[in-house]
């Protein structure tokens, strides 16, 4: 059974710093460009930021682009996505997901429907 799990959510202050990681189980992440989305409350989920399946190219939404950073570990089989410089609107549910039906490149715009294999999602507050 594939199964995407998301960890390191929580609340963060205006300014502050939190780490997402997305661990692959039953599946190698290494041949796939993994995304990341998010869900805002009463909004439509959006695209963040993708990671190549070799790690030699990523893409940012303008909403991440200058204070998110991905990068992906082979050896962990692990996604990660860093947050810095968190704002109120960054308030979501953040999914990682993965293309399996590229060539290894993102496929910008980031769409739902280009993702096959989702996580189940990890909550990111931010507040004062």
């Known amino acids: 059974q594939v199964q995407l799990v998301e960890s390191g959510g929580g609340k963060a202050q205006p300014g502050g710093s939190l780490r997402l990681s997305c661990t692959a189980f039953?599946?190698?992440?290494?041949?796939?460009?993994i995304a990341w989305f998010r869900q805002a409350p009463g909004k439509e989920l959006e695209g963040v930021s993708c990671i190549s399946s070799r790690a030699d190219s990523t893409y940012y939404e303008d909403s991440g682009k200058g204070r998110f950073t991905i990068s992906r570990d082979s050896a962990k089989n692990s996604v990660f996505l860093q947050l810095n410089s968190l704002k109120p609107d960054d308030t979501a549910i953040y999914y990682c997901?993965?293309?399996?039906?590229?060539?290894?490149?993102?496929?910008?715009?980031?769409?739902?429907?280009?993702?096959?294999?989702w996580g189940q999602g990890a909550q990111v507050t931010v507040s004062s």
């Open positions: 039953g599946l190698t992440l290494d041949p796939y460009p």
């Open positions: 997901a993965a293309d399996r039906g590229g060539s290894g490149i993102c496929r910008v715009p980031l769409l739902e429907s280009d993702h096959s294999y």
